[in-house]
């Protein structure tokens, strides 16, 4: 298991050369209350870098201002060297409650962030029929959000986000309404597709198991103000079975690492 710890320095950019998106300095402050300081992260290209801390640490937030969606007090983030100033074609974010039109089929809930674009009917229904199956949802594509689980819901909003082509996937807790069982399956699956698009994936959870199940890297944030405390890179084999993973001894290992560092914070 690489550890690499970033208390030493906190006003270092860790960047890589492969890095696509780069946070340098960010700072986010609700009136007098201190959300964010001093945030400075690179985020590698084709890498799931998951946002692992206690409650209220800010990592909605920062995932947010990554996404251009509010605004930071101080700093700057660029998306493939271009500064972020609002939303962009190259993040698509993936939210918590869904955020599926209730009026709208999943054909054109999956097909919305197309048809924005501008991009003909005929062929982004072709694209979103082709993630509604990598999804999982085929035959599906008649029904409305209130005719689905919860579970199928997620699959919809994380099939809108893949069908619009983003090279940076932001996903704000999307597994966290589903229960135990599909919770394990969009896992799985999670992995099976960061693999097959090659795609960079920022992912907040408040799952230490999920973190190091799913993550290329995990960064931990302090207590707010957040700040980055730790950049883990667990050392897991993924290939094979996926439930071998749950007893590999460094998937073991490192939950058990990153609870010693963040139980002091539970009350």
Not at 24 to 34: H, L, M, P, Q, R
Not at 122 to 145: C, H, M, N, T, W
Not at 209 to 216: C, G, K, M, N, Q
Request: proline residues 4%; charged residues 25%; hydrophobic residues 40%.
């Amino acid at each position: 298991m690489a550890v690499t710890a970033v208390r030493e320095k906190p006003s270092a950019i860790h960047t890589s050369l492969e890095a696509i998106v780069e946070v340098k300095g960010i700072c986010k402050s609700y009136g007098n209350v201190e959300a964010l300081r001093d945030i400075n992260l690179d985020f590698p290209r084709g890498k799931l870098t998951s946002l692992l801390g206690p409650s209220g640490c800010g990592k909605t937030t920062l995932l947010k201002i990554i996404a251009g969606l509010i605004g930071a007090s101080a700093g700057s983030v660029t998306v493939d060297g271009k500064r972020v100033s609002g939303p962009g074609p190259e993040r698509a974010f993936v939210f918590q409650d869904f955020a599926l039109m209730p009026w709208a089929t999943v054909l054109r809930n999956v097909a919305f962030g197309l048809e924005l674009r501008g991009t003909g009917k005929a062929e982004r229904d072709e694209i979103a029929r082709r993630y509604i199956a990598q999804v999982g949802l085929s035959g599906f594509e008649d029904k409305y959000p209130h005719e689905l689980s919860g579970g199928m819901r997620q699959r919809v909003g994380l099939a809108r986000a893949l069908s619009v082509d983003a090279e940076v996937l932001l996903l704000d807790e999307p597994f966290s309404a589903v229960d135990e069982q599909n919770r394990r399956k969009f896992q799985e699956d999670l992995i099976r597709l960061r693999s097959a698009q090659n795609k960079t994936f920022i992912f907040v959870t408040h799952s230490i198991e999920e973190a190091v199940y799913i993550s290329d890297r995990i960064v931990l944030l302090s207590p707010r103000p957040g700040r980055v405390s730790q950049v883990i890179e667990p050392d897991i084999d993924r290939s094979g079975d996926p439930d071998r993973i749950h007893r590999d001894k460094h998937y073991l290992d490192t939950v058990e690492e990153i609870w010693q560092g963040l139980k002091q914070y539970v009350e």
